[in-house]
C-alpha cells in the first residue's frame, strides 16, 4: 500500500538551491508526542497517526519531528504513521538533533548537546524511532549553549553522517545569521528552521534574507503561533488548557502579551470572512506569502484539524491583503516585530 503524496496537485517549493521539492505545507507533530513538560497535554495515538495519514493522503509530502517531542514518542508515532508509505519518495522526514532530554520522563530536564559523539548517538536513536535508514533533513535543534563545543565540529559531524548515507539533507533550527555564516563555511545549510507568524516576524528582518542570498531553504515553524492565532481562544479559554500544557508558561499566551494578540486574532476575523477563508488558513498563508519562505510548518492532532489549515496553499494573499494585515498589526500592538 502506498499513499497518494505525489498525486495531489499541493504546490512545491525547492528546498534552497539544493534541497528536495518540499509541499508548501510540512506537518509538524511537537504536540503529538504526549505528556512531559514541554508537552502540550494527553494525546490520542491513534488519532494522531489518523491526523497525519489524512495530512500525507491530502498532499502534504514531508513531516518534521524531533527526538525532544514527548521524549522519543513523537517519532516513534511518526514512524507507526508513515509505514504505508515510501519514506524518501512519496513523503519525506526531518528531525533534530542537539536537544536533549536527560533523566527520568518526571524529574529530568533538557540539556543542549551538539558534541560530534551526541549528534552520532542521537541519529542512530532517531533512525530506531523513525523505522527507518535514513534521515531526509537532520536538523540542529538549537544551538549547543553548554558543552563549549564549536560550531564547525558539529557541523563537520553533519556532512559525516551524509557522506554515510545515513542523512540526505542537513539543517539548522533557531540559528542567528553569526551561526549560520560559521556552518556555511565549512558545508552548505540546506535549511533554516525558524519561527515565524503574525505574532513573531522577527526572521523577516535578517534571517530570511542572508537565506535567500545563500541558498538555504527556510522551513518556518509556528506559523499560527502555538493556536493563538486559530481564533478558538479567549481569555477564558486559556484557563482550561491542561495544567502540564507548556503554554501555560508561554509569554505571548500570558497578559498583558495576550490581550494584545486576541485583539489581533478579532481584527483578523474580518479579513478572512471577506476572503472566505478559516483564521487558521489565513495565518499560514501570511507565512507563506513572505517571500524567501519554502514551506510552513503546521501541527495537527486530529484530522479536523488539519481541514481547517490544508486551504492555506490555495489562499493567495493581494498587496492589499498584506496591507491590511499589517495595519492590523500596528493597530493592536500585538507580537514581536
Excluded at 93 to 114: I, N, S, Y
Amino acid at each position: 500500500m502506498t499513499g497518494n503524496a505525489e498525486t495531489v496537485g499541493l504546490e512545491k517549493r525547492r528546498l534552497g538551491g539544493q534541497g528536495p521539492h518540499l509541499t508548501t505545507l510540512g506537518f509538524g507533530t511537537w504536540a503529538i508526542g504526549g505528556p512531559y513538560k514541554f508537552g502540550w497535554g494527553p494525546q490520542d495515538d491513534a488519532e494522531s497517526i489518523a491526523a497525519i495519514r489524512h495530512g500525507v493522503e491530502a498532499g502534504i509530502n514531508w513531516i518534521d519531528t524531533a527526538p525532544v517531542y514527548g521524549i522519543g514518542h513523537s517519532e516513534k508515532v511518526v514512524g507507526r504513521a508513515v509505514r504505508p508509505y515510501a519514506v524518501g519518495e512519496e513523503v519525506y522526514l526531518a528531525t533534530k538533533c542537539g536537544r536533549k532530554w536527560v533523566g527520568p520522563r518526571d524529574g529530568g530536564g533538557l540539556v543542549f548537546d551538539l558534541r560530534p559523539e551526541s549528534i552520532r548517538e542521537e541519529c542512530e536513536e532517531s533512525l530506531r524511532n523513525l523505522g527507518v535508514e535514513r534521515i531526509d533533513l537532520y536538523q540542529f535543534h538549537w544551538p549547543d549553549t553548554e558543552t563549549g563545543t564549536p560550531i564547525e565540529e558539529s557541523w563537520g559531524t553533519m556532512q559525516e553522517l551524509v557522506e554515510e548515507g545515513k542523512v540526505r539533507w542537513c539543517g539548522v533550527s533557531n540559528f542567528d545569521v553569526a551561526l549560520l555564516e560559521r556552518c556555511e563555511k565549512i558545508a552548505h545549510v540546506d535549511s533554516l528552521q525558524p519561527p515565524l507568524s503574525l505574532i513573531d516576524r522577527r526572521a523577516r528582518k535578517e534571517l530570511i534574507p542572508w537565506c535567500r542570498a545563500h541558498g538555504v531553504g527556510v522551513v518556518a515553524y509556528s506559523p499560527m503561533a502555538s493556536g493563538l492565532l486559530s481564533g478558538k481562544y479567549t481569555a477564558s479559554v486559556m484557563q482550561e488548557l491542561a495544567e502540564d500544557d507548556w503554554r501555560r508558561r508561554f509569554a505571548p499566551f500570558q497578559e498583558p502579551r495576550l490581550s494584545r494578540n486576541l485583539a489581533l486574532v478579532d481584527h483578523l476575523r474580518p479579513i478572512a470572512a471577506r476572503l472566505e477563508a478559516s483564521l487558521p488558513a489565513l495565518a499560514v498563508a501570511w507565512t507563506l506569502a513572505v517571500p524567501g519562505v519554502t514551506s510552513a510548518i503546521v501541527g495537527g492532532r486530529r484530522p479536523e484539524q488539519v481541514d481547517g489549515w490544508i486551504p492555506a496553499t490555495e489562499l493567495s494573499l493581494t498587496e492589499g491583503d498584506l496591507s491590511e494585515i499589517e495595519a492590523a498589526f500596528a493597530d493592536t500592538g500585538a507580537g514581536d516585530e
